[in-house]
């Protein structure tokens, strides 16, 4: 579950990700320092934007920060998933022009809708994106999309901008008589946050090289270059105040649908061409939750703000059998929690208890796949039961695929009047059924306090017990 409540973390640009990585300052085209020489990197013709960096340079620094990602995203390793994307990406960047890159398709469990690439090769997919998809054609365009930003070398030509922007042109002529002496790192260069606001994101110019090269491999490959455009008429269509993040992330360069519909005529389309497949409804019914859930091995479920970065496809240990205590800054509640877990401050009176490696936090919000929400808010209603539908609602628009199972019924709390409430959906994370259960008394001052378990529906008989432990522990100063 995702749940907003005063969380705040450090957002990562994920185009200028691979700039945070130690990277050296670019060479003039000899090979990365870190890397020693790379073999020649066979190539066709395609024209590219001024870059100081060699084809090679940005095969390790995209290596660097596709190893980077992959510690701070919840990467998704279900075989069918991820063998499906790897595939259509291998069909799809067979037909670049270009250096001919090591492309590397993964998929994000991140149901935002959105997809980026990195230099030299990785491209990685959301969950949400596949999601939103009507067809294998539009996903295909989303692919074909990354796969030239990869092989036009936007990422690198970006970075070569900023370098430029700091360093100042001067640096050109120390470059051409072969300095080596660069060797700080890019963004050390830039110095502050001030240049790298200019460079977060493509500009237009980038993106309207990448709808035209992708629809042509899109054409290339066996695809309708039209479909790309439908699914950037899907994404307008989404937009308004919260517009999704593909296009956030790559900005319309301008009569973006109208562009692509214009190429047409000369582009190689076929007169049968591929438009959808039985592989990717089975794909996508799985990450909506329309078809058998992603096993929860299949998340490498490390983040941020994971305590101790478990490795890949290891479940939280069950909850112990002994049990700390914990007790709230203001000393308003305290509690007993398994020994097992740890307790996170996510805002003022607000915390999360959990495992290790089921805990994370992403753009504002903290994710929880095994766990407790526990703290108190402000009144949210005039009384305990519209203050209770409040909270839920607030779960569902943070959680737009739940749904309510059993609405707020009066139970007792302790010795309280309260309610609970439960709403299930897939997680997003994992994609697995979620089962949260919410809830929620009075404190003597008037506030909402609330407890929200989280657990997959596959293992609520395992946490069950430890749930009900940590409900009858509670005490709450009167």
């Known amino acids: 579950m995702v749940y907003r409540i005063m969380v705040r973390c450090v957002a990562i640009s994920l185009p200028l990700l ?45 290596r660097q920060s596709a190893a980077e990602i992959a510690q701070q995203m919840p990467v998704i390793n279900d075989p069918q998933i991820v063998a499906y994307i790897r595939q259509l990406g291998a069909k799809l960047s067979s037909k670049a022009p270009g250096e001919r890159f090591p492309y590397q398709f993964n998929v994000i469990g991140d149901r935002s809708i959105n997809a980026f690439a990195l230099p030299g090769g990785p491209v990685f997919v959301h969950i949400g994106a596949i999601a939103a998809a009507r067809n294998e054609g539009e996903l295909a365009g989303v692919m074909a999309h990354e796969v030239m930003h990869v092989a036009l070398r936007h990422g690198t030509t970006q970075a070569t901008k900023a370098y430029l922007a700091k360093a100042g042109l001067g640096v050109l002529s120390t470059i051409a008589a072969g300095s080596r002496s660069m060797s700080g790192t890019v963004l050390q260069g830039l110095g502050g946050a001030g240049a790298n606001m200019l460079f977060l994101k493509f500009g237009r110019q980038a993106e309207q090289q990448a709808d035209v090269t992708g629809a042509r491999i899109m054409a290339e490959a066996g695809y309708d270059p039209r479909d790309m455009a439908a699914f950037f008429k899907t994404l307008q269509d989404q937009g308004g105040q919260r517009s999704p993040e593909f296009i956030s992330d790559h900005p319309d360069p301008g009569n973006r649908i109208a562009s692509i519909n214009a190429l047409l005529p000369s582009l190689p389309v076929s007169p049968n061409p591929v438009h959808d497949t039985q592989d990717f409804q089975v794909v ?49 509640f305290a509690l007993e929690y398994p020994a097992n877990w740890k307790v996170s401050r996510t805002g003022e009176g607000n915390y999360i208890i959990a495992p290790d490696g089921a805990f994370a936090q992403a753009d504002g919000s903290a994710l929880v796949t095994y766990g407790i929400f526990i703290g108190v808010l402000p009144p949210l209603g005039r009384d ?73 529906e ?3 008989s395992t946490y069950n017990q430890a749930f009900q432990r940590i409900i009858q522990s509670l005490r709450m100063r009167v």
Request: hydrophobic content about 30%; overall charge neutral.
């Open 18 to 62: 691979f700039l945070a990585c130690g990277i050296g300052a670019p060479s003039g085209g000899g090979s990365s320092p870190s890397s020693g020489p790379a073999p020649s990197l066979p190539t066709t013709k395609l024209k590219t934007g001024f870059n100081l960096y060699s084809p090679q340079q940005d095969v390790e620094m995209g």
């Open 458 to 460: 596959t293992d609520v």
């Open 384 to 456: 305990l039961g519209s203050a209770t539908t409040a909270l839920l609602e607030q779960q569902l628009r943070d959680n737009p695929d739940f749904q309510v199972a059993r609405q707020p019924q009066q139970i007792n709390f302790g010795t309280r009047p309260g309610y609970a409430a439960v709403v299930v959906g897939p997680s997003n994370a994992t994609g697995v059924l979620e089962m949260d259960t919410t809830y929620t008394t009075a404190t003597t001052d008037g506030k909402l306090f609330y407890i929200i378990t989280v657990v997959p």
């Open 284 to 332: 996508k019914g799985r990450v909506t939750g329309r078809a058998p859930s992603l096993p929860e091995k299949h998340l490498a479920r490390v983040g941020p703000s994971d305590p101790t970065r478990i490795p890949p496809d290891v479940r939280p240990q069950p909850p112990s059998a002994s049990y700390s205590g914990f007790q709230s800054e203001d000393g308003s």
